[in-house]
């Protein structure tokens, strides 16, 4: 069930050919950033998912690290809000997870704990409990009072929270796109599903460099 399909040498390219496959299905939507009213989400980028020994861990995750790096710096450097999700349970809080997750994250767990590089980055901390970011959070509430209109999706999972977080970001009304290179999951086949529905209506498909290249002015 998992694999590695980025690794630190493949992700340009397998990320270029997943937009090859997917492109058509956004017919002519395009993103166009407006600097003013947007906001990036890193999604449960944890110990959890990214620590080779845990039951959760992505092996393509790590390689995702410097394209949500780029992102979060091109964010700080234009003025725009950065958040960072962290995943946390309890019993009580759990719901469903607790029935399909084969275990809970703690908040004291060191594993619950946000990259450091990513944390070092910096960004305002939303925690959550389901895999919408939005569920029970105050997130929405941070948006609306930041004047935000569309948000950056990045981090993992690509197929649960990320694009749990993506679908109920647009019911909200707010304008989505998800970097193809910035997000990842436990396998190809997950991480393409996602992005073939995105692409039919949510989103359409972009590369990290190209976001960093709208974010800093560039077309």
């Known amino acids: 069930m998992k694999e590695k399909y980025f690794t630190d040498e493949s992700i340009a390219s397998e990320s270029q050919d997943l937009i090859r496959e997917v492109i058509s299905y956004s017919g002519k ?9 947007i906001a990036l989400v890193v999604v449960d980028m944890q110990n959890y998912f990214l620590l080779p020994d845990e039951h959760a861990y992505i092996p393509s995750a790590p390689a995702i690290i410097p394209n949500i790096i ?15 999700s962290r995943h946390l349970n309890t019993p009580e809080d759990a719901g469903m997870m607790g029935v399909r997750w084969e275990e809970l994250i703690r908040e004291r767990d060191p594993r619950s704990e946000i990259h450091p590089d990513i944390l070092k980055t910096g960004g305002t901390l939303i925690n959550k409990s389901q895999f919408d970011a939005f569920y029970g959070t105050n997130f929405e509430t941070e948006l609306r ?17 990320c694009e ?29 599903a996602t992005f073939l529905n995105l692409a039919y209506i949510f989103s359409a498909p972009v590369m990290t460099k190209t976001l960093i290249s709208f974010l800093n002015g560039g077309k």
């Open 29 to 37: 939507r395009s993103f166009v950033p407006d600097r003013k009213h």
């Open 145 to 161: 009072n930041a004047g935000i209109r569309q948000l950056i999706i990045t981090g993992v999972m690509t197929n649960l929270c």
């Open 70 to 84: 780029g992102i979060m710096e091109a964010c700080h450097k234009q003025g725009i809000p950065v958040f960072l």
């Open 164 to 192: 749990t977080t993506a679908r109920s970001a647009f019911v909200r009304g707010f304008e989505v796109v998800m970097p193809v290179d910035a997000t990842a999951t436990y396998n190809l086949e997950f991480h393409l």
